[in-house]
Every structure is written in C-alpha cells, then in structure tokens.
C-alpha cells in the first residue's frame, strides 16, 4: 500500500480518533505548543464517556475542559512539571505530578515505570518518505511512541518540519486528525531593571565560543539581549526560544567552536512565536532531538565551555535552591535545572547559573533564606550549586565551606536583609 493510501486509510475527524483510547489508559501529550488542540478538545468535549483516563505532560499551554475537578473520574491531568494552566489543579489537589530530572523521563516511560498506552501530538504534514516532524516536541514522546499501543497525529501545516531525532513513519501512526489553526505562540518576557542587572552579571562572565543553555524568563532573556556583541556562541538546550534566534540573526551564534555536534544547535522544544516556527522549518543549523540527548549530564556536559542559566525562588545558606515549590505547595517541577548543573559542572570550562531577584512581594520578603520553607521541593542540591546571582552581584559556591558559603550569599541579599541574615547566620553557627 503506497504511503498517500496509508494516510487517507488512518486519516478521520478528531472526534473518531480519540475514541481509540479505551479506559483506565495513559495519553502521554508534548511539552508547551506540541499539544494537539483538536485532539485534546475533541477528548474534552466527549469526556465523560470515558473513565479514569489520565493524560501526561510538560508545560501545557491551553485550558482545555478536561481540566475540571467534577470530571476527574473520567479524565484527569497527570503533571510532568505545571504551568499556569495545569497549577491550580496541583494546589487543589485534584491534578497529581510526577517527579523527575527531564532527561530521566524517556529513561521512566522505555522501563514502564510510568505508563504510556496512547501517544496524542502534533505533527508537521508527511513528506514524500511518509514521514512527519514533531518538530515542537519530541522531548519524552519520542520514547512514549516506541512503548505506546497506539499513536494519533494531528497533522497541521504550520508545524514546521525539523531536522533531528523527531520524525514518526506513517507506519508507526495508527490514526490521524487534521487541523489548520495556527500554533500558541508566546511572547518574549517583560525585562525590568532587576532582570536586567543579573543579566549583566551573567552576560558579563559568558565568553566568546560559549555552548548556552537558556531557558525562557524575564532573566535569561535578559541575558540574551546583552549577549549580541559575542562571537561564536553555539547552543545545547532544552528549549529553543526567539531570544536564541534573535542571537542567530545578530550574528552572535554561529555554532563554529562548539565540539559536541559542531556547527548545530540542538533542543528538545519550542516556545516562541510563529517567526520561531518558521525559523525550525528545514533549517541545517537546528535540530531537535529527545531529552534524553539534549539534557543527558554527560552528554550536555560533552560541550566545553557550557554556560546553563536557571532560576530560583529561593535559595538557603548552603546553597539548596528551592525551584518549584512555595513551601510544599507545587509551583512548577524540576524540569531540565539539576540536568544542566550538572552538565555545566561537568563542561570543560562550564559555568552553572543560578538566577534570582534578591526579594519577593515588593521587596518585602528575601529570596535568600537561613533555611527553606518547610516543605519546600529542593531542585538544585548544596553539592551541586556553583554560581549564584542576583542584581547586586555574584556568589561562587562550588568548593567553599559552609561559612564561605553564607557569607557570599548574604553579601549579593537585598540590603535592608543582610543585617538580619547575619544574625541568623550567627545563630546557626555559621558566622
């Protein structure tokens, strides 16, 4: 059967293709923008005619209706690591999470330690081979396709088709919708004056030649902005953002010094805008591959001179940062942080960031902390820790004792904290 017969065979509306999930099964969807929305509305709309189906993600990006505490019997939201949409769920305790380092995800789905029954996602149109690009995420779904019963593509011509380990022959793909919306695009981040000093700091230690890892927040994007005079940036990330084209365009990035996949950027995701999208579409210099090779400690950790930039919301006198959660509240997940501190600790020349303001509310509460808030998920662990900025300046932990630590941290504390940090320190024995 030629491949164009094989489409047309599998090819039906959305609302038949989600009817080949059957009860008590496991629907493993994209990170961020590869979510497929006809798909995941169609499931929506007939949810309750189903029972106790569960759907697994990173990041998702819309609030589909299937995100509804009356309708958790019949489909609800497991998390990978929360957003916005998925977080009150999380706070209410009627969306549960899984944790786990990114890279590790792929690793958990091929040894069946969590399920993956149906894979759900978008996927650029088929090429005259039969194969589709999941040019947007092929993250953990890569891994999910090759244990999953049965794989359903939304097929739209704005997915752009990448270069990478992302293609899915239609030989693998048992049914297929087709939509025409264009992709959720996300805009770049408000940059104010806090963000902008960190980022000065951080720019400021970032060497010509440097492999980035930059996710996406008002402060590594203000990194980015300061980063456009560099040469021969290359990137090993796990999302690509428009502030890494921006770099690209400005001539910053070149790949040219990289020594682990020299002249290629590689990530696991996309999150930007359509210009972005467009940016992926058969572009050599890009490729988008699983997460178990982008964010892979020692595969990362291959690239001299990484520079990985993280954020914190709170960070305790030995270096224990506290990334998602407030207290034992979830906030977001751990995500692709400790996998790339310990890449850039294990880069030859590698600089592992960790970025926060100094204060929260105002001004009203210090982000650097005695201890953590009780509860708190640690993301970044004390033996892992190197640098640490916020806007009034760096403190360098890798290597340093507990009492060097302490006083580095409150020296880069909001003024009005330090006199009570040092107390505290004082207390604890640590000055």
Known sequence: MSIQSQYQEKLRPAHDAIRIVQDGETIVVPTGVGEPPALL?????????FRDVRICQILPMRKFAYFDPET???????????????????????TDFIPANFSEIPDLLQRQQIPADVVFSMASPMDEHGYFSLSLGPDYTMAAIAKARAVVLEVNPNVPFANGNCHVHISQVTALAESTDAIFEVGLPKIGPVQEAI?????????????????????????????????DLGVHTEMVGDGIMTLVEAGAITNARKNFMPGKMV????????????????????EMHPVSLTNDPYIAGQNDNLHAINATMQIDFLGQCGSESLGFLPYSGTGGQTDFVRAANRSKGGKAFIVLPSTAKNDTISRIVPWLSPGTHVSTSKNDINYVVTEFGVAQLRGKSAHQRCEALIAIAHPNFRAELRESA???KLL
């Open 267 to 286: 990530a696991t995701f996309a999150l930007g805008s359509k210009k972005l999208y467009r940016f992926l579409h058969r572009n050599q210099a890009m």
């Open 426 to 428: 004082k207390k604890m």
């Open 41 to 49: 509305t169609a499931l929506s709309d007939a949810r309750r005619s």
């Open 199 to 231: 980022g000065k700091y951080v720019a400021d230690m970032i060497p010509d030649g440097a492999t980035l890892q930059i996710g996406y927040g008002g402060i590594p994007d203000a990194v980015v902005m300061q980063l456009t005079h560099k040469h």
């Open 72 to 94: 958790v019997a019949h489909v609800r939201h497991l998390a990978y690591f929360f957003s916005g949409t998925s977080r009150p769920g999380g706070l209410d305790g009627w």
